[in-house]
């Protein structure tokens, strides 16, 4: 076998519409296609950024709560690239994202920092 790419990054939220909004708005990822399954009671949301399909977001009647963060099993985080992470930690706060103190990677000496989504979900931004 041999992967060629990530394919995309399923996340199932509890808030539909604020974490559209989340995902669109202030991350500014572009709508592919929106779809409402009748007979699942869900949405699914095909997520670009730049292009690139990334995130599929679904809605489910009362999914359970992520039972801990980020050190759980399964998906520990998502994380994008950014150039400017002071600007882009500006931008988030303006929005009323509460992101963490600035860390810098011990064996890039990049910086990185972490913030949520609407479902608590960890997400990083590290700068290039």
Known sequence: MKIERLHHI???????????????EILGFE???EVYREERQS??????????YLIELFSFP???????RPEATGLRHISFGVTDINIS???????????EPV????FTN???TFFSDPDN????IYEL
């Open 10 to 24: 399923a996340i199932i939220c509890s808030d539909y519409e604020k974490s559209r909004k989340f995902y669109t």
């Open 110 to 112: 990049k910086k990185f």
């Open 62 to 68: 009362n999914p359970p709560a992520r039972q801990t």
């Open 31 to 33: 709508i592919d296609e």
């Open 121 to 124: 979900l960890p997400i990083e």
């Open 89 to 99: 930690i500006e931008f988030l706060n303006s929005k009323n994202v509460i992101t």
């Open 103 to 106: 860390r810098i990677d011990e």
């Open 43 to 52: 949405y699914k949301l095909d997520l670009s950024l730049n292009g690139q």
